[in-house]
């Protein structure tokens, strides 16, 4: 029997934390501002959904919109704060001008992170090369997951990407799992899991009102039935 599929939902405040949780999701990613797709939320908001229910909790990191990582120095204070608040597992990614990774700032604050576990976001889905990322992010430490679509477009062009790199499991720089964002869908699922992916990310499809309105508990519960039906 295959382990139970790992369903990641966005969060932006203690009622979709509730929601989440309520709906079955397994963790969440804390981000705010989704008109510039996501941005690092206040400490006081982690600590307020931190207190309020029991799953995992990935913080993002990122100051602006883009893949730029921009002030790195004050990324790394903003990390430090998290951390001083009880967060101990975080979302970040960065890319130069050319669209390689940043290893420089990825460094820096992997440094500050001291060990936690992280996730490598859909940066990687604009990067000019997938492989070469990977590689060269692959001796960092805590790094567990790559949050990726396949393609920057989403899923239904990615699709066959994810499932190579599926393929590709245990190699050098394809360790980390694969978490599966952006533009997914219901329908994706069977393809997804019959490759041996098991964790999936949603944000959009939690909330079938929209991005002003609450993750929707009846929502989550149908993608959790879904991945624990396959």
């Given at each position: ?92 990614g960065f ?42 992010l ?33 190699e ?20 997804l ?8 990310h ?29």
């Open positions: 029997m295959s382990k139970r599929a790992v369903l990641e939902v966005i969060a932006l405040d203690v009622e979709d934390a509730l929601a989440a949780q309520a709906g079955g999701a397994d963790r969440l990613e804390l981000v705010t501002d989704m008109a510039a797709d996501g941005l690092t939320p206040s400490v006081e908001t982690f600590a307020g959904i931190r207190g309020a229910v029991d799953v995992s909790l990935r913080v993002m990191l990122r100051l602006t919109d883009g893949f730029a990582a921009g002030d790195a120095e004050r990324l790394v204070r903003v990390a430090r704060e998290l951390r001083a608040a009880g967060a101990d597992e975080f979302v970040l890319l130069d001008p050319e669209g390689g990774v940043d290893l420089g700032a990825v460094e820096r604050i992997v440094a500050e992170l001291d060990g936690c576990r992280w996730t490598f976001h859909r940066a990687i889905d604009h990067a000019a090369d997938r492989d070469a990322l990977r590689k060269q692959a001796d960092l430490p805590g790094l567990d997951t790559y949050l990726t679509a396949g393609s920057a477009t989403g899923v239904d062009e990615g699709l066959p990407t994810l499932l190579a790199e599926a393929g590709r499991a245990g050098p720089g394809y360790e980390p799992e694969i978490l599966v964002g952006g533009g997914l869908t219901l329908e994706h699922v069977p393809r899991r019959a490759a041996g992916i098991g964790a999936f949603i944000g959009g499809a939690a909330r079938p009102g929209g991005w002003t309105a609450p993750v929707s508990v009846t929502a989550v519960e149908e993608w959790r039935r879904v991945l624990d039906a396959g």
